[in-house]
Structure formats: structure tokens, C-alpha cells
């Protein structure tokens, strides 16, 4: 495949369980960032890596979130315990050494 | 006080129009993105600027360093024009903090 790909594409969970979400990068690319998209608000930036550091954490909510990433390729999300205001849209994006992102088409969670 | 400021808001149009986007920013920025988020929640990245001008096809982007302001322009708009549009700037003094507008929501309509 030739864009970024996030799984899954939905998830439902209950409050208090933990999730992982996962990212695949386009191949060759440095970078990868998460975001957040809750219901009706804009982007908001969670965390971003350059190889498997992870330079810029500042956007993380709270320590129930975390992330890692193996080397250049795949990436996790995972959020501990989650809550009904977790519930959103995560996108992924990955970009070369330098600022032009590609996104993936995001996992939606639902807390209930 | 948000670091990034689009405007309008919310926007809709005739088929054909010409249309601008606008986005104010107060930080100081190494690039400035305008991304297209679909009504089923893709996006996809439109543009990349630091200076001057981009065009792709119907689509033109400007920034003004100067005055931290950005324009994305839509000529001879279409109904598949419509989506949101997101304004992201990256800090310059911040890592690869992003920072990014609420985005303006357009309607083409035929």
C-alpha cells in the first residue's frame, strides 16, 4: 500500500478498558505524529516521533495515553482506562525529514 | 487565545465562485499547511508553505511572512469542493509542535 494506514478503523470500547490503536507510516518515512479530532472540534495535536524518539510528547492529555513506535515503521497508540471524553477520531501522519504530512484515515473510538 | 485564526467560519457558495479562505496566525512558524478534510472525516494535505505563493490546479495558496497571514484560494468552485478546511502551522521555536485552526466548513452548491 502507498498512503498511511491506521486499525483499527473502529473501535468500541468500555470506560476503564485500555485500547491500542496502531499506525503503519509510508515506507521510508522519519516522522509520525497522532492527533485527535474529538466530535465537532479541530485537530489537536498528540505526539510526535522522529525515528523511534519521540522528541515532542507535549500534546499527550494525560498519563493514561502513551505511544511508541518500533524504529521507522509501525506505531501505537494506546490509551489506559479509557474515559467517554477519549471518545474521538486518531489520525496518524507520516512525512519524510521535513514538514509535508500524508494522514491515514484515522481510527474512530467510541467509549461507552 | 488560539495561536491560529481562521475565517470564515462557515461558508457557502455558488458553483463557480470565486472563493477565499483566510488564516491569521501569532506565533512564529517554519511552515504553514492547508489541509482538505472530506465529510467522511479524510484529510488530505493540500499545500505546504513558507514563502510566496502555490498553486495546484484550481487552488492557490499565499502566505505573507510579515504579516502572519495566510490566504487559500478556490477559482471556479464545485459542489466536490465541499469539505473542511484546515489552516496548521508548524512552530518555529516549539520542536514540530503543530498548531491548527478550527478549520471553515464550505458548501458548494450546484
Known amino acids: 500500500g502507498a498512503g498511511v494506514s491506521q486499525s483499527p478503523s473502529n473501535k468500541v470500547t468500555e470506560k476503564g478498558k485500555d485500547v491500542e490503536l496502531r499506525c503503519d507510516p509510508i515506507s521510508g518515512h522519519t516522522a509520525l505524529y497522532w492527533y485527535r479530532q474529538r466530535l465537532g472540534q479541530g485537530l489537536e495535536f498528540l505526539i510526535y516521533f522522529q525515528g523511534n524518539s519521540a522528541p515532542d510528547k507535549s500534546g499527550l492529555p494525560s498519563d493514561r495515553f502513551s505511544a511508541e513506535r518500533t524504529g521507522e515503521s509501525v506505531s501505537t497508540l494506546t490509551i489506559q482506562r479509557t474515559q467517554q471524553e477519549d471518545s474521538a477520531v486518531y489520525l496518524c501522519?507520516?512525512?519524510?525529514?521535513?514538514?509535508?504530512?500524508?494522514f491515514g484515515p484515522g481510527t474512530r473510538l467510541t467509549v461507552l | 487565545k488560539n495561536e491560529v485564526e481562521q475565517s470564515p467560519q462557515n461558508l457557502t457558495a455558488q458553483e463557480g465562485e470565486f472563493i477565499t479562505i483566510n488564516c491569521s496566525y501569532s506565533?512564529?512558524?517554519?511552515?504553514l499547511h492547508w489541509l482538505q478534510q472530506h465529510p467522511g472525516g479524510g484529510i488530505v494535505s493540500l499545500f505546504m508553505l513558507s514563502s510566496g505563493k502555490k498553486k495546484h490546479g484550481r487552488l492557490i495558496a499565499t502566505i505573507n511572512i510579515q504579516e502572519k497571514h495566510s490566504s487559500l484560494h478556490i477559482t471556479a468552485s464545485h459542489p466536490r469542493d465541499s469539505a473542511v478546511y484546515i489552516c496548521a502551522v508548524v512552530g518555529s521555536n516549539t520542536g514540530n509542535q503543530f498548531y491548527f485552526g478550527t478549520g471553515t466548513s464550505l458548501t458548494v452548491i450546484p
Open positions: 501522519a507520516s512525512s519524510r525529514p521535513g514538514p509535508k504530512q500524508f
Open positions: 506565533v512564529g512558524i517554519s511552515a
